[in-house]
């Protein structure tokens, strides 16, 4: 099972990548779970200092931006 993080205060984007990171997932047909993380205090444990950051199995894949749905399957398939 893939474990996809969504480091974010809960804003627009943040939004927009928990979104895309499903689809992409979805699509994929790679079973997941999604975690929201909004505590500040942990993108400090990743090293996130712009957010949105995507997060798949403990590793920070993109920061500042939300992905395409393509480029988010990429990052997961890999």
Do not use: H, W
């Not at 199995?57 to 395409?68: D, H, I, W, Y």
């Amino acid at each position: 099972m893939t474990k996809l993080q969504i480091l974010g205060t809960g804003c627009a984007k943040c939004n927009a990548l928990a979104e895309v990171a499903k689809q992409a997932a979805e699509a994929l047909g790679q079973p997941y779970e999604i975690e929201k993380v909004t505590d500040m205090m942990r993108f400090a444990d990743f090293g996130v200092i712009i957010t949105p950051a995507l997060v798949i199995n403990g590793v920070v894949k993109s920061t500042g931006k939300v992905p395409t749905l393509d480029e988010t399957k990429k990052l997961i398939a890999s």
